[in-house]
């Protein structure tokens, strides 16, 4: 293969591929950008005088799909401490689930409050 073969060969690969398909010309290789996780942030469940336990229980187990009894482990924790860790997400689905949250009680006549804290 002769060198304007070769060279011919390169630039179609290029067009091919485009600049950013990392494959190796001409001895330089196109470095990809380092993706990082998202960071997670804690959704905290509040505790009132008036939400019924059950209640509580009920969206453990509806919005943040936990089994029974991790649902009423933290429904104690709250009814106990004043506050419970329902988990670890990122900004964006923390934020969806205290807004459902705050929709569900309201359509319930509950005062239940839920916040998000940075980890």
Not at 86 to 104: L, M, R, S
Request: proline share 3%; hydrophobic share 35%.
């Amino acid at each position: 293969m002769s060198a304007r073969e070769d060279e011919y060969d390169k630039i179609n690969i290029r067009r091919k591929f485009g600049k950013e398909s990392g494959i190796k010309i001409s001895g330089r290789r196109k470095s990809k950008e380092q993706l990082k996780e998202p960071e997670n942030f804690r959704v905290i469940l509040l505790n009132d005088q008036f939400t019924t336990m059950d209640f509580v229980v009920e969206i453990l187990m509806t919005i943040f799909h936990k089994d029974e009894s991790n649902a009423k482990r933290i429904m104690l924790d709250v009814h106990r401490k004043g506050r419970g860790v329902v988990g670890q997400y990122p900004w964006d689905i923390a934020k969806t689930k205290v807004e459902q949250v705050h929709t569900v009680a309201r359509q319930h006549e509950f005062p239940l409050r839920c916040t998000i804290e940075g980890e």
